[in-house]
Nanobody, 115 residues
Framework: VQLVESGGGLVQAGGSLRLSCAASGSTFSINTMGWYRQAPGKQRELVAVITSGGGSTNYADSAKGRFTISRDNAKNTMYLQMNSLKLEDTAVYYC?????????WGQGTQVTVSS
């Protein structure tokens, strides 16, 4: 399974961004997918996860009410719609997928929120 993120960039506080994660390879075996982020000097943390059918989602408290995770299995793509962005959302955002018990990661996409 290969994962490629896109959609990161520089945005002002209060703005929005939509991240995408395109999966390739053995995509039929992918189960749960998620978004994680890592800010400078901090550990990688969970942002949101979504089950294979998209029927169940879970968010970190920091993301609730502002971020929405979704996936289009026909396109093998997962999304993260981020609204009302804050300075503290600045981080590298990573796509994650679980397949046959293995965890796969993308290369990350930088999100920078400016004041």
């Amino acid at each position: 399974v290969q994962l490629v993120e896109s959609g990161g960039g520089l945005v002002q506080a209060g703005g929005s961004l939509r991240l995408s994660c395109a999966a390739s390879g053995s995509t039929f075996s992918i189960n749960t997918m998620g978004w994680y982020r890592q800010a400078p000097g901090k550990q990688r943390e969970l942002v949101a996860v979504i089950t294979s059918g998209g029927g169940s989602t879970n968010y970190a408290d920091s993301a609730k009410g502002r971020f929405t995770i979704s996936r289009d299995n026909a396109k093998n793509t997962m999304y993260l719609q981020m609204n009302s962005l804050k300075l503290e959302d600045t981080a590298v955002y990573y796509c994650n997928a679980i397949s046959w018990g293995y965890r796969y990661w993308g290369q990350g996409t930088q999100v920078t929120v400016s004041s």
